[in-house]
């Protein structure tokens, strides 16, 4: 596998897509309740596992993006994130398909937050590539160098 080629773009990626889970998580923590309510709202996953993820996602997003942002652990981090963006899209495209008209829960946890929809989908596209560019990178850089 190549080094690295862009490392200044793999840096700003990992920033940004740090800080902006470290933000989107702190909404989440301060109000479990609020984003239990807005992933039941998908119909996705029985009553105990929306308990588990409303408690396990946020502070699951707030240590891979400081991880990412602080440059540690970024492989593992990378790769959680680009797993949750997977998982975020999947759901995302459910409600779509099923014409749920919800909340999507991404950076707030109010029914008037943005709805799940296209702009979100595609937002959380970026992310995923975003996440396995810097993913695919930062395992690069751990390989020694080929001669």
């Not at 992933?39 to 929306?50: G, K, S």
Request: overall charge neutral; hydrophobic content about 55%.
């Amino acid at each position: 596998m190549n080094r690295i080629k862009f490392p200044r773009i793999a840096a700003l990626l990992r920033l940004g897509l740090g800080a902006l889970f470290i933000y989107a998580s702190l909404g989440k923590i301060m109000d479990p309740a609020g984003f239990a309510l807005s992933i039941d709202n998908y119909r996705m996953l029985p009553e105990f596992l929306v308990a588990l993820m409303a408690a396990v996602l946020p502070w699951l997003e707030l240590l891979c993006g400081l991880a990412l942002v602080f440059n540690c652990w970024t492989p593992g981090a990378s790769l959680l994130i680009f797993a949750m963006n997977a998982i975020f899209i999947i759901a995302i495209a459910s409600a779509m398909a099923r014409g749920l008209d919800i909340s999507c829960g991404c950076f707030s946890t109010s029914e008037a937050g943005s709805r799940a929809g296209l702009a979100h989908l595609v937002e959380d596209l970026f992310f995923l590539a975003a996440a396995g560019y810097l993913y695919l990178s930062s395992i690069a850089s751990l390989q020694p160098p080929q001669r």
